[in-house]
């Protein structure tokens, strides 16, 4: 198979898998092979194209870098104790748990909008609604291709994933716990699987939307331009 057909390959199996393990499972990695796959991952990440550096104000945190995004990775062991600490929240962390119970790895992504005017000093939310300008969609942008090359980098070594809004993730008590500033906005809670999920009992839900609406002909259209 050439390099292209392989790349295509890899594009069109990518589908969400949330596996939903009933108990906390033993990783199928040890944690250098887990370190090597986050590693890898990542690297695939900073690979994506980017239009405009970050404000200032982010790369003050220890991450120094100008890239619109961040990503706070955790193996499975860190995704077990998160699940344990979830049960003690306030709000009902949900699947999230069952999958954390899963995971090999959990990669979250932020994105680091550009604001404007005073901001609080402590936040309690997100700073929404953010500005919606060219800068920021761009930040998005290219935040989500970098999560699109972590996904089509899991689904080439064979590691069932899932891309989540974050639900519980996302909110003060556990963005506390896991030192992810409420500055910057959760795009994607990616979440990596072992190898050899599907052959275990247990549920795995896929995309509801997988099949919808891709006919090219409803959503693409040719331009023809008279001469
Ligand atoms: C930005 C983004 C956020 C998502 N968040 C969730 C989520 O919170 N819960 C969920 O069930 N699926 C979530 N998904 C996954 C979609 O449901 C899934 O991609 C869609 O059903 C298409 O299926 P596929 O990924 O298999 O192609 C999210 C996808 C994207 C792009």
Same mark, same amino acid.
């Given at each position: 198979?050439?390099?292209?057909?392989?790349?295509?390959?890899?594009? $069109?199996?990518?589908?969400? @898998? *949330?596996?939903?393990?009933?108990?906390?499972?033993?990783?199928?990695?040890?944690?250098? /092979? +887990?370190?090597?796959?986050? #590693?890898?991952?990542?690297?695939?990440?900073?690979?994506?194209?980017?239009?405009? *550096?970050?404000?200032? $104000?982010? !790369?003050?945190?220890?991450?120094?870098?100008?890239? %619109?995004?961040?990503?706070?990775?955790?193996?499975?062991?860190?995704?077990?104790?998160?699940? $344990?600490?979830?049960?003690?929240?306030?709000?009902?962390?949900? *699947?999230? =748990?069952?999958?954390?119970? @899963?995971?090999?790895?959990?990669?979250?992504?932020?994105?680091?909008?550009?604001?404007?005017?005073?901001?609080? +000093?402590?936040?309690?939310?997100?700073?929404?609604?953010?500005?919606?300008?060219?800068?920021?969609?761009?930040?998005?942008?290219?935040?989500?291709?970098?999560? +699109?090359?972590?996904?089509? &980098?899991?689904?080439? #070594?064979?590691? %069932?994933?899932?891309?989540?809004?974050?639900?519980?993730?996302? !909110? *003060? %008590? @556990?963005?506390?716990?896991? /030192?992810?500033?409420?500055?910057?906005?959760?795009? &994607?809670?990616?979440?990596?699987?072992? !190898?050899?999920?599907? !052959?275990?009992? =247990?549920?795995? $839900?896929?995309? #509801?939307?997988?099949?919808? &609406?891709?006919?090219?002909?409803?959503?693409?259209?040719?331009?023809?331009?008279?001469?």
């Amino acid at each position: 198979m050439s390099n292209e057909c392989n790349t295509e390959h890899i594009i $069109k199996q990518r589908k969400t @898998a *949330k596996v939903l393990a009933d108990a906390p499972w033993e990783a199928s990695l040890n944690p250098k /092979e +887990q370190e090597d796959l986050i #590693k890898d991952l990542l690297d695939l990440a900073a690979c994506a194209p980017y239009h405009y *550096k970050c404000a200032a $104000k982010y !790369q003050t945190y220890g991450l120094e870098s100008s890239l %619109p995004f961040r990503a706070y990775t955790l193996n499975s062991g860190t995704c077990r104790t998160l699940a $344990k600490q979830l049960q003690f929240m306030d709000m009902p962390p949900g *699947k999230i =748990v069952n999958m954390l119970w @899963a995971a090999e790895a959990l990669i979250i992504m932020t994105w680091l909008p550009d604001v404007f005017g005073e901001q609080p +000093q402590e936040r309690d939310i997100e700073p929404l609604p953010f500005t919606g300008n060219l800068r920021n969609m761009e930040h998005i942008a290219a935040s989500s291709a970098a999560i +699109q090359n972590i996904l089509l &980098g899991a689904t080439h #070594k064979g590691f %069932p994933n899932y891309w989540s809004s974050g639900g519980v993730l996302r !909110q *003060k %008590p @556990a963005r506390e716990f896991l /030192e992810i500033s409420l500055d910057e906005m959760l795009l &994607g809670c990616l979440f990596i699987f072992p !190898q050899n999920a599907h !052959q275990r009992e =247990v549920e795995i $839900k896929e995309g #509801k939307l997988h099949n919808e &609406g891709k006919n090219n002909s409803t959503w693409s259209k040719s331009i023809t331009l008279g001469k």
